[in-house]
């Protein structure tokens, strides 16, 4: 079994698991004691908390050790916003952050605070001078991701965080994603981690508060961790998180160079071999294992499951693998294709001959599950409207890639310059159907609206 979902998280580093055994043995008893044990303990927490500060760029006093990375999104956001209430309660965001930050900014929109969130452009990246725009007198706090998690693309956060830096407002940084490879740049202010995305434990985060960066915890008072991380220290996880960050920096940069040439390896290839992909993500600012692709006329669920069976574990940012059977948010603020996504993210050590193993059962896969779902549209489904020339779709109650599926099979009755109206229910319509226009060279005219769904208008240009 090939593991290619090493953004959701990486497989326990040698070194972590070496470190958790032995703090497992060294490690159990409370930091905070006098005695002993307690002296010892405190002794693998103090130095655990040195190794990570180095390896971020911070002051050991600076870090704390959280329950997760989510909780250190949480309680970075909550803090900062309660440290500078009296500022405003203006918070920033990027389209495509991280599902923790999206729903602290929910909570703080619940509460009264306004939110922004800045767009980004076709290859997932924000611009700086975007959020230069987004800064109000009341914006108490501006949050950047690192790098995005479903496309690989990394963020201009130096040069964002000296846009903040000179409104005199501090920036949160998510480095979840990118720690594992090195330092983020800049002069941030605060930083939040997750130990399972380097290959450290999972139940281990961390949070980052410069000096000077106003920050009041939030919930009930606790002594441990500067009173950002409730409750008792999950010592040997910390102990075995630290090691491994320290570990994975030491092999960062020929690991990078090695998994850059075979994500390239599958960014060049795929488009070759499988019709109809879209490649997403910035071609060269992105991290060096993930590459994401979408495939025309497939739904990302049944890809995914055809390629387990065929030895892969990939992941999909597809509405068709999402419990809410929306599009993903990053895809569709890229405005790119959504439907039958494919995130393949390499952990370290991945081998050449597994990628061009998967390089070659793909084609395959996806002409399969595409034969599936290619039946001929019924005569009932097509017809011309009474009014116009145009031809009209019925692709009420089936769920995307359906809708288009059953538009590239039309369009061509109808002649160059003639119209194509595709009735549709499914959320996913609203990105696949422009970006299929994109791909095929046809012009998207716009939505119109239907009494159910809505009508999505496209005119023939070849």
Not at 154 to 176: H, I, M, S
Not at 433 to 458: F, L, N
Request: charged share 25%; with cysteine; hydrophobic share 45%.
């Amino acid at each position: 079994m090939s593991y290619f979902d090493a953004a959701s998280a990486v497989p326990l580093h040698p070194v972590a698991r070496q470190a958790l055994l032995a703090a497992l043995d060294e490690g159990w008893a409370d930091p905070a004691r006098l005695y002993k044990e307690g002296r010892r303990a405190r002794l693998l927490l103090d130095a655990a908390r040195e190794a990570a500060a180095e390896a971020v760029g911070c002051r050991p006093d600076e870090l704390a050790f959280t329950p997760s990375g989510t909780a250190a999104v949480h309680s970075g956001i909550a803090g900062a916003l309660a440290g500078r209430r009296r500022t405003g309660h203006h918070l920033i965001v990027s389209a495509v952050e991280h599902s923790s930050v999206l729903h602290a900014a929910e909570v703080h929109r619940a509460g009264g605070g306004t939110v922004t969130e800045v767009p980004v452009d076709r290859s997932g990246a924000v611009s700086p001078s975007g959020y230069a725009r987004a800064l109000r007198e009341d914006t108490a706090l501006a949050c950047l991701q690192s790098a995005n998690h479903e496309v690989g693309t990394v963020q201009p956060v130096a040069a964002t965080a000296e846009a903040c830096r000179a409104a005199g407002v501090p920036l949160l940084v998510d480095a979840a994603q990118s720690l594992g490879w090195g330092r983020v740049e800049g002069d941030w202010s605060l930083l939040a981690a997750s130990a399972h995305k380097w290959g450290g434990p999972s139940g281990v985060g961390l949070l980052v508060v410069r000096k000077g960066v106003r920050f009041a915890p939030q919930g009930p008072h606790d002594e441990r961790e500067s009173g950002r991380a409730a409750g008792f220290e999950n010592l040997p996880a910390i102990v075995a998180a630290a090691a491994s960050l320290r570990a994975v920096r030491a092999e960062a940069a020929g690991e990078a160079a090695r998994l850059r040439e075979l994500t390239e390896r599958i960014r060049v290839r795929v488009p070759g071999v499988v019709p109809d992909v879209e490649v997403v993500g910035d071609p060269e600012r992105r991290l060096p294992g993930v590459v994401t692709f979408s495939c025309l006329y497939v739904d990302g669920e049944t890809v995914l499951h055809e390629l387990d069976r065929a030895g892969f574990s990939v992941s999909s940012g597809s509405s068709c693998t999402s419990s809410t059977l929306t599009p993903s948010h990053v895809l569709r603020a890229m405005g790119v294709l959504s439907e039958g996504n494919v995130r393949v993210s390499l952990p370290p050590g991945t081998q050449e001959e597994d990628v061009e193993r998967f390089l070659a059962v793909l084609p395959e896969v996806v002409a399969g599950v595409r034969e599936k779902l290619g039946a001929p549209v019924s005569r009932t489904d097509v017809r011309t409207e009474e009014r116009g020339e145009a031809l009209v779709v019925d692709a009420l109650g089936r769920r995307c890639p359906i809708p288009v599926i059953e538009l590239a099979k039309v369009i061509g009755e109808v002649p160059v310059g003639g119209l194509v109206r595709v009735l549709a229910d499914d959320e996913a319509a609203r990105l696949d159907i422009p970006a299929w226009c994109e791909m095929r060279g046809q012009e998207y005219v716009g939505e119109q609206p239907a009494d159910r769904g809505a009508a999505y208008v496209v005119r023939r240009l070849s």
